[in-house]
């Protein structure tokens, strides 16, 4: 027999690359005789189950079926022929599939010509297959039942399993963005999962509006996060109306008027409110359909998206606060030492630039911003017969002032709080040299914190360029030659470096900041 006969016109090829299974119900012929490969493709070749045709894969032993199956776990119904290259072959492929690759969703037809080799009973028994045929009994109309039951089974397991799975991932999702404190890492994490849950891999944005921010009060539509095409308008914070695609934009405008979730075709926009107000959009698109289940899937996971944003917005709130508290701390102490609380504000700024410009992350640079704001707290217990002397300290005196560092840290360190350590140590460490000759403890070179190395360029350029009550301020070029001149000295070459080589960013905050 010619087998370029076994092929037909319209039937998918499993090499091919670009195949898309996804449209097709995957069929496996197991069998040593090739007429019935033939006759089984002809018979079938114009079935349609749910809108999508039937694609034929081909095998002629059981060895052949067992290396196929290890490359295809997504094969609806396999139609397998007992007697092969052993009397048995179809039944060990049978114990193969559910208990060595333990494939329990592919539903296994059992066809044999020679029913006295596996008598139907014991084999029903004995063996976890779906249906038990004797291939002279396959007539047309039998094998088209046999399909349709069985893909209707195959449908209703994986429906199933895909539920089983989403909740598991929906369980998992919960409790890692329960554990995210960061807002914008969470909205990503939040689209991340979600594409997860429903299985898409196309393009998606994630959008919220809220009602604690001053754009929300405006009607405006912040972009938080992004994926697919809209990944351009990750860059930074972007309006609705930076969304080039209309439809989707009046879509989202009318799901946040109606405040319904709607889907329309291939897009979906649901809504969702948070307990304080914050108004919610997940928009996906460009996805062939969202079945009644995922949807169901999609609103359990917004609940508890809601009831998160919640404690993100709870937790930045205590943030802000304490990181207000830090800075009053910071001005207080300054303050007594008759400094302007605008040294405490321009030693933060010039602290997350040079953070930045090493390469620190945005939201690790702004904490060491805070941090350092706290740089001089122990000098609140320095007696102010020797803190407000007008005049260079003499040895014993500059003895006592010291004690700021240990007494700063003494003072910090007694919180469990990341961001109050993290102030303990630059406290401690802010007046170390880079060589080994500072204060309290001689520390040198990676000894000393990266925090407080940094924390150290920041202060000394800003105490230099401003006025204090035992001297004037110096002027820049005098400043600048002095830090040149303390490279790997008094500071690390790297962060010395990076305020010399920026200098033009660093007097822009001077500028703005003095006061």
């Not at 993100?312 to 709130?317: A, M, P, V």
């Amino acid at each position: 027999m010619n087998n370029d006969l076994m092929q037909f016109a319209d039937e998918p090829d499993s090499s091919n690359t670009g195949f898309d299974t996804q449209k097709y119900w995957k069929i496996l012929i197991v069998d040593d005789e090739p007429d019935i490969h033939q006759v089984t493709k002809l018979v079938l070749a114009d079935t349609l189950f749910l809108g999508r045709k039937l694609a034929f894969y081909d095998c002629y032993s059981a060895s052949e079926a067992e290396l196929f199956l290890q490359k295809h776990d997504d094969i609806a119904i396999i139609f397998l022929d007992v007697v092969m290259e052993e009397n048995d072959s179809g039944l060990k492929l049978v114990d193969y599939i559910r208990n060595t690759i333990n494939n329990s969703m592919i539903r296994i037809v059992l066809r044999t010509g020679q029913p006295g080799e596996a008598p139907e009973e014991k084999v029903i028994v004995k063996y976890d297959i779906n249906d038990y045929k004797a291939k002279t009994e396959l007539t047309t109309e039998r094998l088209f039942t046999t399909v349709y039951s069985s893909l209707r089974s195959y449908r209703d397991l994986i429906t199933i399993d895909r539920s089983r799975r989403g909740l598991e991932k929906i369980i998992d999702a919960s409790s890692n963005i329960f554990e995210i404190q960061s807002l914008k890492q969470f909205v990503h994490g939040i689209l991340m999962q979600i594409l997860s849950i429903l299985h898409i891999e196309n393009d998606a944005v994630y959008l919220k509006t809220s009602g604690l921010t001053a754009t929300n009060q405006h009607g405006d539509v912040i972009i938080l996060a992004t994926a697919g095409k809209y990944s351009e308008l990750q860059i930074e914070k972007k309006s609705i109306e930076a969304i080039n695609d209309e439809n989707a934009r009046l879509l989202i405008i009318e799901t946040l008027e109606t405040k319904q979730t709607i889907k329309r075709g291939s897009r979906y926009a649901g809504y969702f409110r948070s307990n304080n107000g914050s108004e919610n959009i997940i928009y996906l698109e460009h996805f062939e359909e969202i079945s009644s289940w995922e949807l169901d899937l999609l609103e359990i996971f917004c609940s508890n998206i809601a009831i998160a944003f919640d404690n993100i917005y709870l937790t930045q709130e205590l943030e802000e606060s304490q990181k207000e508290m830090m800075f009053i701390m910071g001005e207080i102490a300054e303050s007594r030492s008759q400094e302007t609380h605008w040294h405490v504000k321009r030693v933060g700024e010039y602290c997350k630039l040079i953070a930045l410009l090493s390469g620190m992350e945005e939201e690790e640079a702004e904490t060491l911003k805070v941090a350092s704001s706290m740089h001089d707290i122990g000098k609140i217990a320095i007696p102010d017969n020797i803190l407000l002397k007008p005049a260079r300290f003499e040895e014993h005196e500059f003895e006592v002032m010291k004690n700021h560092a240990d007494l700063g840290s003494n003072i910090l360190k007694i919180s469990s709080r990341s961001l109050l350590q993290r102030a303990a140590i630059i406290a401690q460490q802010h007046h170390e040299r880079y060589d080994g000759k500072g204060y309290p403890e001689k520390l040198k070179g990676d000894e000393i914190h990266q925090d407080a190395r940094i924390t150290a360029v920041a202060d000394v350029f800003d105490a230099l360029s401003t006025d204090r009550i035992y001297r004037k301020a110096w002027p820049m070029d005098m400043v600048i030659e002095k830090m040149r001149k303390e490279r790997g000295r008094h500071f690390d070459p790297v962060f010395i470096d990076i305020l010399l080589n920026n200098i033009d960013q660093f007097l822009s905050i001077r500028k703005e900041l003095d006061k």
